[in-house]
């Protein structure tokens, strides 16, 4: 399949194609930094290519190369849409589904474009005409480095690029310490390393580079508004408009907060709620074999991964949860098994 999958994009290549890369709404370091990296290969090989993304993303991802060729449709729409209409062939990262393009979704539906899925979340939608899915890899910029190897493209990896793919796999995998890296992730980081990239660097840019307020954010979500419901190992926190505003909320600040609850003794799943005008965002991290995702599928309208999932819920961020609350004895069970 794989090796099918290869030629049937070679070929629509060989066409001479106007190209367009995209990812979901509320693009991480995973999506940036794998369009980034195609983005910029598909150009040095010649091909017309743009980027055009949802939304806007965290400004700590700004630094990264070719990113001002990026264009955002929330914003920029009338650009965004020229380049979908005029796509032949459209490269979907880091996503499984047309719907988590959100605002892009209706767009990108009524193109004529190929289709070409790249990514690593669980049970993918059909709309893409050339797929490359593999739910146990931990990030789509693997997936991408490894695209480009078996594309016979490798000498296109520069330095630039290597910076592109190593963000998206150091923030996909909690700086690779998640179950899902596995040897060739490690094998990745190391010629990219062999390279000349300067690891270090990107984790400054990455990790190292907070505001103050944000760091205040950080301190009053872990003293105030975290709960702990030891009897189903879970622990819960929430952050509200109004709260937002008081640390100047910007997007991006609440970057990896859900992690910090799981690092509590004892504490198997964790969820993080955030209100956005009607809507509250979840984000949910769970530990060993409980299923995260199952859970944000059911009852959240959201997917992911086993271990990381998201969802969204229509209503106030109370209502949002007093709904956990109320679903989690049905996964009591399983719970205590993943303690």
Known sequence: ???????????????????????????????????LALYQVLKALGHKVSVVVPNSYAEFLHWLPFNDDVVEFEGEEELAKQHINEAELIFCL???????????????????????????????????????????????????????????WKDQVNIDVAKCIYTGLVTDTGSFRFSSVDART???????????????????KLFDNNKESRLKLLGYCLSEKLEVLPEYHTAI?????????????EKGDTEGFVNYALSINGIVFTAFFIQ???????????LKDFRANLLSVKYFNGGGHINAAGGMYEGTLEEAIAKLKKVLPEFKEELIANC
């Open 1 to 35: 399949m794989k090796n099918h999958n290869h030629k049937a994009v070679k070929a629509e290549l060989e066409k001479e194609p106007n190209i367009l890369i995209t990812t979901h709404r509320g693009p991480d370091g995973d999506a940036m930094g794998s369009s």
């Open 94 to 152: 880091d996503f499984n589904d047309l719907r988590r393009t959100d605002m892009m979704c209706k767009a990108l539906e009524q193109s004529s474009g190929k289709f070409v899925m790249i990514d690593h979340h669980q049970d993918p939608s059909d709309f893409a005409d050339i797929v490359f899915s593999e739910p146990n890899i931990c990030s789509t910029a693997q997936l991408i480095f490894d695209f480009i190897e078996d594309m016979a």
């Open 186 to 204: 490690h094998e990745i980081a190391a010629a990219l390393i062999n390279l000349g990239l300067d690891q270090a660097d990107i984790h400054q």
């Open 237 to 249: 926190m929430s952050l509200s408009i109004e709260e937002l505003n008081k640390f100047n909320f």
């Open 276 to 286: 956005y005008d009607e809507k509250v965002k979840i984000s949910f991290r769970s």
